[in-house]
DNA sequence: AATTTCATGTAATTCGTTACATGATTCC
DNA sequence: GGAATCATGTAACGAATTACATGAAATT
């Protein structure tokens, strides 16, 4: 029951199983490091972190710093809530990363998806790519489609609009592509049924993802921005 | 008041200022011909209709049909609605498209504005484009700096994330720029306060833009899809 | 005759935001 | 000591979806 969001309790979940926070940096992270992957405001991730903790996936602990701790105990003061993944948590979160529903290839969901691929398991990740692939070919062949039927009805610029789109789904595609070939590559032989299964992966084995130019020079120009 | 929606309403206008529709066709073109943006069910449709009615932008009619008037006429069948936009109603969304408020330069917001762009005076064009393009140029800055603070605690997909989400950003950019620089070279000599305000534009004067190279081919290999 | 597609709607529900309210900590 | 940022929450609202309910027209 209370089946909240899907998107927002899986990177909860998935952020926290790599180290305890408070809602706050949750946020942050969320918002920056996960990709360009939406952003969720405080009236959605506090309500979602009780939920959370009311399933018994996350509990809730004092801030860590000890003086935190005391000045909460003196007097009624509200200290810094760090959550923590529950055992449980940890299980309902391995079995969502499983799980490879048609849900899993939509924008968002993918993205999200593809966040937590350090944590998944190669096998899954396949699957992931893969349905995210053909669902991308289904639309691309939706657009032609529907591109053919209309195009003479349609002025320039509209025309131009269902270009750049149709573009950007087949780039997508293309990237989709080395993906799924450098995860091909990565598995060499061997990789039965009895997969690692990498639970606790801190080996610096990903499989190698194809080198692009890194373009993304640090740009001393700008740090916290404004 | 009832600020409906916003993009829906905007393109239901520009849709019926082409042409009468029902409903049901409405949605089509709302999903197919109007570039990839965004797909609404009927029960966002409908009554959003029902409150342009309520404000005098629209008007419905009876299945222009004769024979459907008639076997409507007969019973108290229901017969398809048409609706048609009104004075008052074309004059709204002349206002919508002439505004250039913030919000003009979001996702959804922006592909509406830019499928409506045959609509819209050429200075407005602009303005919209560029401001499409330093919304997505502050984008990019504060992804470049996430990305160099965080750079080292990522693992290697949420760093191809993160370099195909910027590499997709500068695309479009990219893009607009094209975009810009021809609608410029379009602008020719003259184009002073009294711009033509193609109202009833039907002259295929559109400034012309940038040709691509049409890879869309018709494809005969499927029409109306399954 | 049955199925698909066209066509219109409503009610309940989901997902998420904005605006508000509060207070602690850090930096200048 | 004042501003910015860190930190946690709630209530009201908004936008849109899903599932449901209905029925006509076209196709097979």
Request: proline share 4%.
């Amino acid at each position: 029951m209370s089946r909240r969001s899907g998107i927002l309790e899986f990177a909860v979940l998935g952020l926290l199983r790599e180290a305890p926070m408070h809602g706050y940096e949750l946020r942050k992270r969320l918002n920056t490091s996960l990709g360009v992957f939406r952003a969720f405001s405080y009236g959605t991730l506090y309500p979602c972190l009780k939920t959370l903790v009311a399933n018994g996936w996350l509990i809730e602990e004092p801030g860590s710093a000890p003086e935190e701790a005391l000045a909460a105990s003196l007097a009624g003061r509200r200290a810094k809530i760090v959550y923590r993944l529950t055992a449980a948590g940890k299980e309902h979160f391995e079995e969502l990363l499983s799980h490879t529903g048609p849900d899993a290839w939509e924008d968002e969901h993918f993205a999200a998806r593809f966040a937590f691929f350090g944590q998944t398991e190669r096998e899954v990740r396949m699957r992931v790519l893969e349905g995210r692939r053909s669902r991308l070919e289904e639309r691309l062949e939706k657009m032609r489609a529907s591109l053919a039927r209309t195009r003479e009805r349609l002025d320039d610029y509209t025309l131009e609009l269902q270009r750049h789109g149709m573009e950007s789904v087949e780039r997508e595609v293309r990237w989709l592509n080395e993906l799924i070939e450098s995860e091909r590559a990565g598995r060499d032989r061997r990789s039965g049924p009895d997969a690692p299964a990498l639970h606790d992966n801190e080996s610096g084995e990903t499989g190698g993802l194809p080198r692009h130019g890194g373009s993304t020079r640090p740009d001393p120009s700008d740090d916290t921005a404004k």
